[in-house]
């Protein structure tokens, strides 16, 4: 009886190393790349998946979005300014038999590549162009990487650099550049100002020269609003009548 007992353990081990290598569970966001006896036979799974024990071997890949940090990167732009640039790689698997049998690490490789592609992206690129429209930069980084890992069932859907670091010297005269461009048109607007006013202040006094008592009423005004001014001005009001004699024609025709 121990004899037999022996026995039925050893086969009951062995049943159950046979199952544990013919039966593999698959979750859903992962595929199996089936070898048998070293080739490639298909992609199984998701679910249970069947493998003939000790002659096929199944390698996992996983199809979620993988979220890659490209580290930053010393650049010198197409003008010659050094800059410091990082960005972020969104990647998946959309063909799982290229992941395996086309590249040895499809992560590794799509990491380096991005990082050799930001650097050449940025060195086409001049300083504002890095600034001003960082899209158009995303863009042509995504497309390139993307191009690359294709052969390796690899696709790239988005690019986003997260920051650019400009020299502490570019920085300050970028500042000052921008401070002198606000004073241009700060001074701009206050030349519109002037000369929208002088127009208007010669069509007003166009109008009161035409209405004598109009220029009365704006002197009896002005000095209303003097009047309520509190501090130490003295006003001697005049009559108009006494200007007249000022106003006279310099250059009276010679009789």
């Known amino acids: 009886m121990g004899m037999n007992w022996m026995v039925y353990f050893v086969i009951a081990m062995a049943v159950i190393i046979l199952i544990s290598n013919s039966v593999k569970v698959v979750q859903e966001y992962v595929r199996g790349a ?46 010659n300014v050094t800059v410091s640039v990082d960005a972020v790689v969104y990647f998946r698997v959309v063909d799982p038999a290229n ?8 992560v590794k490789a799509t990491h380096l590549l991005a990082q050799t592609t930001l650097r050449s992206v940025v060195g086409q690129s001049e300083l504002d162009d890095l600034l001003a429209h960082r899209d158009r930069l995303n863009e042509k980084i995504q497309k390139i990487v993307d191009e690359g890992t294709d052969p390796w069932g690899v696709k790239v859907s988005m690019v986003e650099t997260k920051e650019v670091e400009l020299p502490e010297g570019m920085q300050r005269a970028m500042a000052a550049q921008a401070e002198a461009e606000r004073e241009r048109r700060a001074k701009v607007v206050h030349a519109e100002g002037e000369y929208q006013a002088s127009e208007n202040l010669a069509k007003a006094a166009h109008v009161i020269s035409t209405q004598p008592a109009a220029l009365q009423l704006r002197y009896l005004q002005t000095l209303s609003n003097i009047a309520t001014d509190r501090s130490n001005i003295i006003l001697f009001p005049l009559p108009l009548d006494l200007m007249k004699a000022f106003v006279s024609n310099p250059n009276p025709e010679k009789k």
């Open 99 to 106: 992941a395996v049998l086309k590249v040895y690490d499809y």
């Open 34 to 79: 089936v070898f048998r006896l070293g080739r490639y036979v298909g992609v199984r799974g998701p679910g249970l998946v069947f493998l003939i024990p000790f002659v096929e071997r199944m390698r996992r890949v996983d199809l979620r979005v993988i979220t890659m940090d490209v580290p930053r990167q010393e650049c010198m732009t197409l003008d």
